[in-house]
C-alpha cells in the first residue's frame, strides 16, 4: 500500500508512508468521521525541512510506527545538523473516537544538538464525496481558528446546520504558535537522549457526545484490552502450514479493525480508506463468513440492517418496503439529501442475504429467539422479494435503477460494464442475476427451516413451494446447454446474458441446481478458462467483456471465491475447493502483510506472481473473511441448530499435515477438533464438545 490506515470504531486516519497528510493530495488523506474530513493537513519537519523516510510499519491494524530521520543540513558552509543524526519515532493509534500520536526524537550524534520540530495542520472538513471527487454540492462554512494554552480549534458550521470541530492538545509547551495551525517546538538534547511531544486529536460534532482524552499509556493499555478480549471471543486456528496461518492470522485481526457499532451491536463496516460506513451486502457476506470464529458478529449485523429497513416506496433512495439497505452516509451531502445515502437502498441482493444470515445464525447458534425477535422483519424481507423484487412475477427478482444519483447495476458486480452480453453488448435492465436467485432460494428454504420449529408449518410448506418453483424456473431459463453453465442474467428482454463468469458458482451453496449440472459448472469453474491458478476470475478468458486488469470482468475476488467454497464443501467437492484454496494462498504471498486484497488482477502463474489491482481496498471486510472460510471450508464444518447436527468432513491441503481448531462456538458451547494426517486418511480427534450438537461424520474419529 502506498498508504496507512488506522481505525477504531467510527474514526480513521489515512495518510502517506510517512505519516503525514499532505494538503490537496490526490488519494484525499486525512482524519475521517461520519464521512467529513476533520483534518486536510498534517506535515512534520525538522528544523523547516522534511524528514527521510526510514521505516513504515503497518503490522499492527490498530496502530502504526513511522521511523524518521533528518536530512543534512548546512548553510554557507556551517553545520546545522549532520545527516541521520536525529531519529524520529511517530507512533499513533485510535482509542474512543480520539487519535493520539506521539512524536519521539532521539539524538545519535557524538555531540548536543538543537533543532526545531514544527507540526504544520490544517481542516478542511470536507465531505468524503466531495474530496473523492465524486459529487459537488452546496457546503457550510469554517469559521476560523481558536486557541487556549495547548490547544487549538477549528470551527466549522455545516449546510446541514450541524456545528463541527477539530480540537488539537498537545502536552509540552511549544516555541510558537501560530493560528492558522503551526505548532513548532525547539529541543536540545545529548548524545543518547530522548524526548517526546503527544498530540490529541479529536473531532467534535454538535449534539454528540464529547470523549474525554486520556494519558496516551492508558489509552494504548485499553485498546490493546479490547484486542485481548476480542481474541478470547474468537475461534483459535493452529496449522503446520505457516502461509495458512499468517493468512488467517491476518484476517481475524484485519476484521477486529473493521468493527463498528452504530448501536446494536458490532458489525462489519466493508473496508478501508473508503468503504468504513454499513453495507448491506459487504456487511452481511462478512458476517456470514464469520460465522465459524465470532458468531456474535452475525447478530449485530442482523439487529442494525434491520433497524434500517426499507419502509417506503422511495425512488430517490431505490427504497421500498422490507427493503435492506446497501450504503449508509452520515456527511453534509446527505444529511441535506444531496445525495440519497441516508440510507441508500440500490442493491438486489441484500434482502435475501439478510435472511440467509439469519437462517445460517441460527444454524449455529441454536438462537431461535432472534427470529422471534426479527419475525417482522423477515415477514417484510419476504414481501419485498415477492412484491418489488420480483417486478414482473416471473419468480425472478430482478433490479431496476430509480434514483438519478443511484447505482446502475445493482448485483455485487456494480460497474457499469459487468453485466455484458458475450457479443459484447450490455445487458439492459431490469436484470436477473444468477446468484441472486441462488441467495433467495437458500433464504427461503432457511426460513422455512426456521418456520417449522416455531409451529408455524403452514408458512414453511409455503416458502417451501415457492422455492421449489423458483428451482424449476431457474434450470429452464438460465441453463445453457451448449456451454453447459449457467448464463449471469436474464436482461429486460428475458434473454440469456451468456458471458461465463463466476456468479452461478455462488448458487451452489444452494443446492438448488442438479447434481449433473453443479458438477459441470465446478469443471469450469477450475479450468484454466476461469481459474487463474491465483484464483477464480469474475469472468472466462476469451469472453467479450473479458478483461484481466478490470474492476468485474476478469479479476479475481477473494470474496467471490469464498462463495463459491462455501458451495463446493457443502455439495462435497473438497478436492476442487482446496485447489482454489491454494491459489488463493500463493496469491496472498505476494500481497504486503499476507493480506489478500479486494480484488486482485486476472493474470494467470506465467507473470511469477499475482498482479495488484493498483485502488483495491486493503484491509477489505470480506477479502479478510476469505481464510476464515479456508478453514470451515478444510473442516466440511456445517452446523444445523434446528436437528442438533454438525456435518463435519475435514480434508486438508497438500502441503498440511495438522489443524487445529479450537472455540469454535456452536449451539450451548464450543467445539474443538484436531485433524492430522496419517498415511491414506485423516485421524479426527474431537477435543472438546459442549454444543449439544451430535457430530456425523466419515472417517476415523478418536473421542477424548
Known amino acids: 500500500m502506498d498508504y496507512r490506515v488506522i481505525k477504531e470504531n467510527d474514526l480513521f486516519l489515512l495518510t502517506d508512508t510517512s505519516g503525514n497528510i499532505p ?40 496502530m502504526s510506527k513511522i521511523l524518521l530521520t533528518n536530512p543534512h543540513m548546512e548553510r554557507d558552509g556551517e553545520l546545522i545538523l549532520w545527516r541521520e543524526s536525529v531519529e524520529l519515532e511517530r507512533q499513533r493509534f485510535i482509542y474512543d473516537e480520539i487519535l493520539y ?3 519521539k526524537v532521539k539524538n545519535y550524534y557524538p555531540k548536543p544538538v538543537s533543532f526545531s520540530i514544527t507540526v504544520e495542520m490544517d481542516v478542511d472538513f470536507a465531505d468524503m464525496f466531495i474530496v473523492r471527487g465524486f459529487q459537488t454540492g452546496k457546503v457550510g462554512e469554517r469559521q476560523g481558528q481558536t486557541q487556549e494554552g495547548n490547544t487549538l480549534t477549528y470551527h466549522y458550521k455545516g449546510y446541514d446546520g450541524i456545528e463541527r470541530g477539530t480540537k488539537v492538545q498537545w502536552n509540552r509547551p511549544a516555541e510558537e504558535i501560530q493560528l492558522e495551525g503551526i505548532v513548532q517546538f525547539q529541543y536540545t538534547l545529548a548524545h543518547g537522549q530522548e524526548d517526546t511531544v503527544t498530540f490529541i486529536i479529536q473531532p467534535v460534532i454538535a449534539g454528540e457526545p464529547t470523549k474525554e482524552s486520556l494519558h496516551p499509556q492508558e489509552a494504548m493499555k485499553k485498546l490493546k484490552q479490547s484486542y485481548v478480549d476480542w481474541d478470547k471471543k474468537t475461534t483459535k486456528v493452529q496449522t503446520d502450514y505457516q502461509p495458512l496461518q499468517r493468512l488467517v492470522d491476518r484476517g481475524i485481526a484485519d476484521l477486529r479493525v473493521l468493527l463498528t457499532d452504530l448501536g446494536y451491536g458490532q458489525f462489519p463496516v466493508a473496508g478501508l480508506p473508503w468503504f468504513g460506513v454499513p453495507f448491506g451486502r459487504d456487511s452481511l457476506i462478512a458476517a456470514l463468513q464469520m460465522l465459524s470464529f465470532n458468531p456474535e458478529i452475525a447478530k449485530g449485523t442482523l439487529l442494525t440492517m434491520a433497524q434500517y429497513q426499507g419502509k417506503n416506496v422511495d425512488p430517490w433512495r431505490d427504497e421500498q418496503p422490507g427493503k435492506i439497505m446497501h450504503e449508509m452516509r452520515f456527511g453534509e451531502l446527505a444529511n441535506t439529501n444531496q445525495i440519497p445515502f441516508t440510507p441508500y437502498y440500490g442493491t438486489i441482493d441484500a434482502t435475501p442475504l439478510f435472511l440467509m444470515l439469519l437462517a445460517e445464525y441460527v444454524k449455529w447458534t441454536g438462537d431461535i429467539e432472534i427470529a422471534k425477535e426479527l419475525r417482522e422483519n423477515i415477514e417484510a424481507a419476504l414481501q419485498w422479494i415477492d412484491q418489488y423484487g420480483d417486478r414482473d412475477g416471473d419468480l425472478f427478482v430482478e433490479y431496476h435503477q430509480e434514483s438519478s444519483k443511484g447505482i446502475a447495476n445493482q448485483g455485487w458486480k456494480d460497474s457499469g460494464d459487468s453485466i455484458v452480453h458475450r457479443d459484447g453488448e450490455y445487458a439492459k435492465t431490469p436484470i436477473a442475476l444468477a446468484e441472486v436467485q441462488g441467495y433467495v432460494y437458500q433464504a427461503k428454504v432457511g426460513i422455512a427451516c426456521i418456520f417449522e420449529t416455531l409451529g408455524e408449518e403452514a408458512r414453511a410448506v409455503e416458502l417451501r413451494q415457492q422455492a421449489q418453483s423458483l428451482k424449476t424456473r431457474f434450470e429452464e431459463e438460465f441453463w445453457m446447454e451448449e456451454q453447459q453453465f449457467y ?35 465446478i469443471k469450469t469453474l477450475v479450468s484454466p478458462k476461469m481459474f487463474s491458478g491465483y484464483g477464480i476470475r469474475t469472468m472466462g478468458t476469451g469472453e467479450a467483456g473479458y478483461n484481466p486488469m478490470s474492476y468485474h470482468d476478469g479479476s479475481v475476488w477473494p470474496h467471490d471465491n469464498s462463495m463459491i467454497l462455501l458451495g463446493m464443501s457443502k455439495i462435497g467437492r473438497q478436492d476442487e475447493a482446496n485447489t482454489v484454496i491454494e491459489g488463493l494462498i500463493q496469491a496472498a504471498s505476494h500481497f504486503e502483510y499476507d493480506r489478500l486484497p479486494e480484488l486482485f488482477c486476472g493474470y494467470d502463474t506465467s507473470l511469477g506472481k499475482a498482479v495488484n489491482y493498483p485502488v483495491a481496498c486493503s484491509p477489505q471486510a470480506w477479502a479478510a473473511g476469505t481464510p476464515l472460510v479456508f478453514i470451515q471450508t478444510m473442516l466440511g464444518l456445517f452446523p444445523n441448530g434446528l436437528t442438533k447436527e454438525i456435518i463435519l468432513a475435514p480434508k486438508l491441503l497438500v502441503d498440511m499435515n495438522e489443524l487445529t481448531v479450537e472455540n469454535i462456538a456452536i449451539g450451548e458451547g464450543n467445539l474443538s477438533v484436531k485433524v492430522v494426517r496419517n498415511a491414506n486418511h485423516y485421524d479426527v480427534v474431537i477435543l472438546n464438545n459442549t454444543t449439544g450438537y451430535h457430530i456425523v461424520q466419515n472417517l476415523n474419529t478418536v473421542q477424548m
Open 23 to 62: 494538503e490537496g493530495h490526490s488519494y484525499g488523506l486525512g482524519l475521517y468521521k461520519k464521512d467529513t474530513r476533520f483534518l486536510s493537513k498534517l506535515d512534520i519537519k525538522i528544523n523547516g525541512e522534511k524528514p527521510i523516510l526510514l521505516s513504515s510499519d503497518a503490522t499492527e491494524n490498530y
Open 101 to 103: 500520536e506521539t512524536i
Open 487 to 521: 448464463a449471469i442474467a436474464l436482461d429486460a428482454h428475458k434473454k440469456q446474458v451468456g458471458t461465463i463468469t463466476s456468479n452461478p458458482g455462488h448458487v451452489l451453496w444452494s443446492e438448488m441446481l442438479e447434481d449433473t449440472r453443479a458438477d459441470a459448472v
